[in-house]
């Protein structure tokens, strides 16, 4: 990772978050390129992929102020219960301080899946985000539920912000950074 030492903000995750260089290519730009962002999303991660990759070099050498998180939904689909989601979340933020402990983490509320709330694998993002969100301490781990911004007013998840109902497309993504600005601007000490 020497080419981004002097990354200052780390996005961690799955194809989700690894779409910033996708579909959100843009909103990136407009967002997090100023910032030397550095993007740690991998597609098809789990929980468990991304411990392996904390402890194999994904952090060598970097010394960010801010990693947001955005893990867990694969577990889901795997068949994990959302306390096994939400114990791989903790590990994951755990093994972020425990290696950069200078950073602080902002834990996001796995986003919604399935088209309707009472989709199998949204509720159990739901049940697993009812517990991650006890593991911010408003001193170095923070958690934030951006996934009102994504739904309809009956909870639905329209095709038009995440078009497989788990991928956002370009609105998506603006969605996402507009929702989090304030919070990141804040833990990264731009704004009070």
Known sequence: MKEHQDAQLLFIGDSITEGWEGAG?????KYYEKRHALNLGIGGDQTQYVLWRLDH???EGLHPKLAVVMIGTNNAGSGNSSKEIADGVKAVVDKLRAKVPDCK???LAIFPRDPVAT???RKVNDAANEMIA????SQNVFYLDINQKFLGADGSLSKDIMP???HPNAKGYEIWATAIEPTVAKLLGESS
């Not at 290519?25 to 730009?29: A, I, P």
């Not at 006890?134 to 301490?137: E, N």
């Open 25 to 29: 290519k843009e909103v990136w730009q």
């Open 57 to 59: 070099g994904n952090l």
């Open 105 to 107: 983490v902002l834990v």
């Open 119 to 121: 989709g199998r694998l």
């Open 134 to 137: 006890k593991f911010a301490d």
């Open 164 to 166: 497989d109902f788990l």
